[in-house]
Nanobody, 125 residues
Framework: QVQLVESGGGLVQAGGSLRLSCAAS????????MGWFRQAPGKEREFVAS????????SYADSVKGRFTISGDNAKNTVYLQMNSLKPEDTAVYYC??????????????????WGQGTQVTVSS
């Protein structure tokens, strides 16, 4: 199993940018589908983006498409989420997650079996 540690959250004004990082240990992230999810207070955890190292294929939720970019650095075993044009509705705890390659294409949190501790992102209006 892979261990995940997120960093990079914080407070930013609407329209600003943040970059989240997720450092993976245990196995290289090229062995997994890597994803970002988020959970706002009182809401269910929702899919944000995912990447599969093979082919660098990415997938995004409609709510973040065109504003967020997921990428990976295999040498550093790190996945990033660049968040631009942030909106107050992006406020949430953001989680990094990993799933088996067999779960490629899934946006269900239940299909991701390794999770980081989460990092808070707060966007003020």
């Amino acid at each position: 199993q892979v261990q995940l540690v997120e960093s990079g959250g914080g407070l930013v004004q609407a329209g600003g940018s943040l970059r989240l990082s997720c450092a993976a240990s245990g196995r290289t992230f090229s062995s997994y589908v890597m994803g970002w999810f988020r959970q706002a207070p009182g809401k269910e955890r929702e899919f944000v983006a995912s990447i599969i190292y093979i082919g660098a294929r990415t997938s995004y939720a409609d709510s973040v498409k065109g504003r967020f970019t997921i990428s990976g650095d295999n040498a550093k075993n790190t996945v990033y989420l660049q968040m631009n044009s942030l909106k107050p509705e992006d406020t949430a705890v953001y989680y990094c997650a990993a799933s088996s390659l067999l779960a490629y294409g899934s946006r269900r949190s239940a299909d991701f079996n390794s999770w980081g501790q989460g990092t808070q992102v707060t966007v003020s209006s």
